[in-house]
């Protein structure tokens, strides 16, 4: 019988001592050595020199029997609808569903304060009505400030619940919710084996310990056991399990990568802390798309679906301000309307200076050039600051061309067309350029109301539309 012991392994070489040291003493790597259980193998050797070890049955499946057991699984909706479509869509047994895949594990991370956890109690709270057992691990947490928080959620529901729809709520929640306040995961996966829940929901991964390591919490070690382990459970009985994951002061999920590579999804919830939007992305998705995107607004008692995010970054536009122009965004696949605003003023320093909220000051100054060289606009002492409303942040270059009108219009002091959109990448030598999702970007600003919409079609340059607009 193979006997369990542990090792302190590098991660870089492969070398395995007894002990933990800061350096690895073969490859000469700081802080690389991982605490790792090791099994004493026992028993004859193959040819190779490994250990001679027949193979399970079970373990070999034939074609055909994958094949029908590949067929698409009905997923778990979540209740929440921006939740289900950062998780994925299935079609299955003849209709359209999405959600949770049953058995998959999903880790959440975001900064601290960010509705990691208020999101899963929401979460929790739209699921009880569909789902017997419920379990929650109160890693950081009790279960009575986690219960304050359900009771807020609840409390204030405003219309949307009759005080018998509330008592029916409550009275489920009082026998389908379950919490754990053990941070064993050998405890925890006991529990899985025995009740068998419907979902698990683990708060935080960073909590969790096994007696096989003598590693503290939080450690590489603990958490790349621990969730092997709970991903082994996940998949054998095919209950969901959620990972609430802390990050570093980076931004990045704490723990080792291949915590991000033992789970089926990576997802990510951020925004501006003092900001009212929080976006929910897939960075890693094994049963759905990466490039979808869910948007929360944050509200008295936790984060609210938000089903039309442009009328949230034009709410405070009433009318053609100088300086302002809009644009049309893609997150994952939604097209979103947003405002752009620039301000030009004649600078007071020797290097004139260039100054970007929510927008990547390398584009700015390019586009800053462009506007010069090819549009004669004597911008080279002229401070210029942009900023795009609501706090939003635009990576795509779709942005490009209502960036240089904004900044045209500011400059001339001369306010742009009412109910006109600006979509398009602009090239360096002065050009429009195509988009992807021109037709959807295109059809998003109509439905809202949006007369004019400005593309490579109807303004090839910037230099010619900046004319047409009497901007140059």
């Known amino acids: 019988m193979a006997k369990s012991s542990t090792l302190f392994v590098c991660q870089q070489c492969g070398e395995q001592t007894p002990k933990w040291m800061g350096q690895c003493l073969n490859c000469g790597q700081w802080n690389t050595l991982v605490e790792t259980v090791v099994e004493k193998k026992s028993g004859g050797k193959n040819s190779l020199g490994g250990e001679q070890k027949p193979v399970d049955v079970k ?9 029908h057991k590949a067929q698409p699984q009905e997923r778990i909706s979540t209740g929440i609808g921006e939740f289900d479509r950062v998780l994925g869509e299935t079609f299955a047994v003849g209709k359209r569903s999405g959600g949770i895949v049953p058995g998959a594990v999903i880790l959440i991370g975001g900064e601290p304060g960010i509705g990691k956890s208020t999101l899963l109690t929401q979460m929790v709270i739209e699921m009880v009505e569909s789902l017997p057992k419920i379990l929650y ?12 928080r359900i009771n807020r959620i609840l409390g204030f529901r405003g219309d949307k619940n009759t005080d018998k729809n509330l008592q029916e709520k409550t009275k489920k929640l009082s026998t389908r919710l379950k919490f754990l306040t053990s941070t064993d995961v050998d405890q925890l996966i006991t529990y899985i084996e025995q009740e068998k829940p419907s979902i698990v929901i683990v708060d935080s991964i960073q909590s969790l310990t096994t007696e096989d390591l003598s590693g503290a919490a939080g450690s590489v070690g603990q958490l790349r056991e621990g969730t092997d382990r709970l991903t082994a459970v996940a998949k054998r009985f095919h209950v969901p399990i959620f990972l609430v ?20 999804a990576v997802l990510e919830l951020s925004g501006e802390r003092t900001g009212q939007l929080r976006l929910l992305r897939a ?3 094994r049963f759905g798309a990466t490039d979808e995107v869910g948007i929360f607004q944050v509200n008295d008692v936790g984060l609210s679906e ?7 970054f034009l709410s405070e536009q009433a009318q053609a301000s100088v300086g302002s122009a809009i644009a049309c965004v893609m997150e994952g696949t939604r097209p979103l309307l947003i405002e752009v605003q620039a301000l030009v003023v004649e600078s007071q320093l020797a290097m004139p200076r260039r100054v970007g909220r929510g927008i990547q000051l390398s584009r700015l100054q390019v586009l800053a050039a462009v506007l010069q060289k090819h549009a004669r ?21 779709a942005v490009d061309l209502a960036l240089c009108v904004a900044i045209a219009s500011s400059f001339k002091n001369k306010a742009l067309p009412e109910k006109s959109v600006y979509i398009g990448e602009v090239g360096l030598l002065g050009e ?4 992807s999702y021109a037709d959807r970007r295109v059809k998003e600003a109509t439905r809202l109301g949006y007369e004019a919409v400005i593309t490579k079609q109807t303004a090839p340059t910037v230099a010619a539309l900046l004319k047409k607009l009497g901007l140059s």
Not at 254 to 262: M, N, Q, T, V, Y
Not at 385 to 393: L, R
């Open 283 to 285: 960075i890693k998705n």
């Open 245 to 264: 994951g802390h990050v570093t002061k980076e931004g990045e999920i704490a723990g080792p990568k291949i915590l991000e590579h033992i789970v089926d």
């Open 377 to 397: 606009l004597p911008l080279g002492t002229a401070d210029i600051f942009v900023n795009i409303a609501g706090g939003f942040s635009v990576q795509e270059p």
């Open 306 to 312: 938000v089903i039309n995010p442009s009328q949230i």
């Open 432 to 435: 429009v350029r195509q988009v």
């Open 59 to 67: 373990a070999v499946v034939a074609f055909g029997d994958a094949e």
């Open 137 to 148: 691990v109160a890693g950081e947490e009790s279960p009575s400030q986690i219960t304050l």
